[in-house]
Each structure stands twice: as structure tokens, then as C-alpha cells.
């Protein structure tokens, strides 16, 4: 069977979905033969071919609302689903259903992975919204990461009958054979820390105005536009010397910044955050997590007096309360970590997420 992903972006872009689409691609059994159609952020695209999967980029002319200006991507789809029996489209990219909705095959199979709404474009969703029902009426089958985001999207509701839970993964034996180099940081005392991009939702601003209250070192790993802003920040609440901007990491460094972790927080604000797998991969290191109360799957992954704590999104002193109670209280802290270890090898491994996609993609076999 051949399957091809469509994602806006692909390695070595990084992001949560753009993992699960390399996860996905990568790790089907070999009776599948994959693909990937994307687009660069900016610049020329081309074929390339990363750890066996062909990969195929259409240029862009750079990002505008979070999306690639990307006129040939429709044209692209159409080439690279020629020999496809499975097109996955994964969402929110507004490009892949103006794209399947142009290429006008009725004959192949789609599935779609529901990762998002669209939150903060909401004036292009007004438009965007009927092509995103035409494309959703089309697809055979959705793939949510998690019952409360089909519980919570108003755009999912109609098509709630087509509509299976798939969970995202880690890869646990990947995390527990990994080097740890030690970081050149000077982590000396309690250990907090932050992964990911530093975007308008992440909500890390608050997450320094916390710190005002903790008594340790924050560690923010990830790049973006906000960095200078909140470097600003953490000068202003005079914190600069206990909160550490790491920039990007390698993988190798990532894995240390987790493992020197005593407390991780996922402080994000907007539902945008859909489910967060960065607390996976702190949880499956046995760290606990301090999230917020979204509505969406970020509080189901990292659940409440279970595996940490989870307080109002954007309050600080919620924050730095949860943040300070795991910190002075180390059975406490040993206990969530240990029972967020469990919950990942009872729900969210890479196996467990490959055969639920996989006994989907079975369905359509034959047909």
C-alpha cells in the first residue's frame, strides 16, 4: 500500500506535527511504501530523501497568517497522489484542502489528522471555514489526537460518526537508550524547564512573571520571534540571572534539558495548544508537568494531581503556586513523575499510535 502524508512543513522543519508526520512516514511496517508532500518555507523546493522517505517540497514565497505561499502546491498534490492508495492530510494547513478539493479524484482514499483548530485567524477562517467543510465532507475517515478536542471543536461536530481518537506518541525505547550529555548550563538548585516554540500561545511570558515567586532556574528551550521581548521580560521582573535562553537544541542537548528537568511547565494560553507532546516527553523521563486548563487535550495528556498539576491558563501566581508545590515537596514530585511514566507506556507509545493509524489504513485495502 502506498501512503502519502501531506503536512504544510517537513524535517528538518520542526514542530508536533511535523514529528508525527516523520514518525508516521518512517515507521510503517514494510508492506507500506510512504511519501511526503510539503512545502518550504521559503525558496526553491525540490526532491529529497530523508531516513528512506521520499520527500517532495513545492517552493514557497515565504509564510503569511502561519501558512506557505505556496501556488503550486495544488499541482503538487496531484502529481505525488497519482500512485497513492492513502492521501493523509494533516490539519490545520489550509493548503491541503483547497489543494484535495482542486485535484478532483474521488477514487483514493482520504484520511485526515484533526490536530487543531484555527484560533487565532479568525478572520480568515470566515472564509476558510466553508472549503474546510467541503474538504472535511469529502474524507473517508479523521483521525483526533484526543476525545476532548472532538468533544470541544464546533467544526468537528457534524462529522463525529467518521471520527477516531488516535493519540500522539513518543518513542520509548529511543528515550531510554539516549545520551545525556551534560548541559553547559549552570543548573545548580531546582531545575524548571520549558520546550518549545516561542510563539503568541505558549504563554512563557507568564511563566517568567512566575518565576518572580520560584526559587530556581528556568531553563527555555526553543527560538522564535518573542525571544527578545521576553529576554526583556525577565530583565524587567528581575529574573534575567535564573531564567537560561537556550535557543534551538540538537535532540542530544533536548534529552538533557528533560533529564535536568525536576519540574516541566507547559504554560500555554490559547487553544492553539491542542495537545502539547511536549509533555510526553518530559513524562516518559519521569518528570512531572504543570499545564493549564484549556479546552483541549493538553490536560488530558498531563492530568491533574495524577501526573502534576494544572492551573488557569495565563495566571502567574497559579503558576508559580503549582511550580513551588512540586519543588518542596519531593514524594509528591517522585510520585507524579513516576505515574507520568506510566501513562505514556499505558497510552502514548509510538507502537500503539502506529497500529491505530495502520488498522485504519487496513480498512481501505481493498477497496
Known amino acids: 500500500m502506498y501512503v502519502l502524508q501531506v503536512n504544510k512543513y517537513y524535517y528538518p522543519e520542526v514542530g508536533g506535527i511535523e514529528s508525527v508526520v516523520q514518525t508516521i512516514a518512517e515507521n510503517l511496517p514494510s508492506t507500506y511504501s510512504s511519501s511526503v508532500l510539503a512545502a ?30 505556496a501556488p503550486t502546491f495544488p499541482i503538487g498534490l496531484r502529481r505525488a497522489a497519482e500512485k497513492a492508495d492513502i492521501v493523509h492530510h494533516h490539519l490545520p494547513n489550509p493548503l491541503s484542502p483547497v489543494s484535495q478539493l482542486l485535484a478532483g479524484r474521488d ?43 472532538l468533544e470541544q471543536s464546533d467544526i468537528l ?65 526553543g527560538d522564535g520571534k518573542r525571544r527578545s521581548a521576553l529576554e526583556r521580560r525577565a530583565s524587567e521582573r528581575g529574573v534575567a540571572d535564573r531564567v537560561q535562553f537556550l535557543g534551538y537544541v540538537s535532540e542530544d542537548a533536548l534529552a538533557s534539558v528533560y533529564r535536568t528537568a525536576d519540574v516541566f511547565v507547559l504554560p500555554s494560553v490559547a487553544s492553539s495548544e491542542a495537545f502539547g507532546i511536549v509533555q510526553l516527553e518530559a513524562m516518559a523521563r519521569g ?8 479546552p483541549t487535550g493538553v490536560p488530558w495528556v498531563s492530568q491533574h494531581e495524577e501526573t ?11 503558576l ?35 497500529d491505530n493509524v495502520q488498522s485504519i489504513y487496513k480498512q481501505y485495502s481493498d477497496t
Do not use: W
Not at 287 to 294: F, I, Q
Open 157 to 221: 461536530t457534524p462529522y463525529s460518526q467518521k471520527c477516531d481518537i488516535v493519540p500522539l506518541s513518543v518513542d520509548i525505547d529511543a528515550i531510554d537508550s539516549e545520551p545525556t550529555p551534560k548541559l553547559r548550563v549552570d543548573t545548580t538548585g531546582p531545575v524548571v524547564a520549558f520546550v518549545g516554540r516561542l510563539n503568541y500561545y505558549k504563554g512563557v511570558e507568564y511563566l517568567i512573571d512566575a518565576m518572580s515567586d520560584v526559587d530556581a532556574t528556568l531553563l527555555v528551550a
Open 287 to 294: 518528570v512531572p508537568v504543570v499545564n493549564t486548563s484549556l
Open 320 to 354: 508559580a503556586e503549582a511550580i513551588t508545590r512540586l519543588l518542596e515537596d519531593e514524594s509528591r514530585r517522585l510520585e507524579y513523575g513516576a505515574k507520568a511514566r506510566e501513562r505514556v507506556e499505558q497510552i502514548f507509545t509510538q507502537e500503539q499510535m502506529i
Open 40 to 69: 518550504k518555507p521559503r525558496g526553491l523546493g525540490g526532491h529529497e530523501t530523508h531516513n528512506g522517505v521520499d520527500v517532495r517540497k513545492v517552493s514557497s514565497f515565504g509564510v503569511a497568517q502561519s501558512v506557505p505561499l
Open 308 to 318: 502534576g498539576f494544572t492551573v488557569p491558563p495565563g495566571d502567574a501566581s497559579a
Open 107 to 149: 477514487d483514493t482514499t482520504v484520511i485526515a489528522t484533526y490536530h487543531s483548530d484555527i484560533v487565532r485567524q479568525s478572520t480568515g477562517l470566515k472564509f476558510y471555514r466553508p472549503i474546510l467543510e467541503r474538504f472535511l465532507d469529502r474524507v473517508d475517515r479523521i483521525l483526533v489526537t484526543s476525545e476532548r478536542l
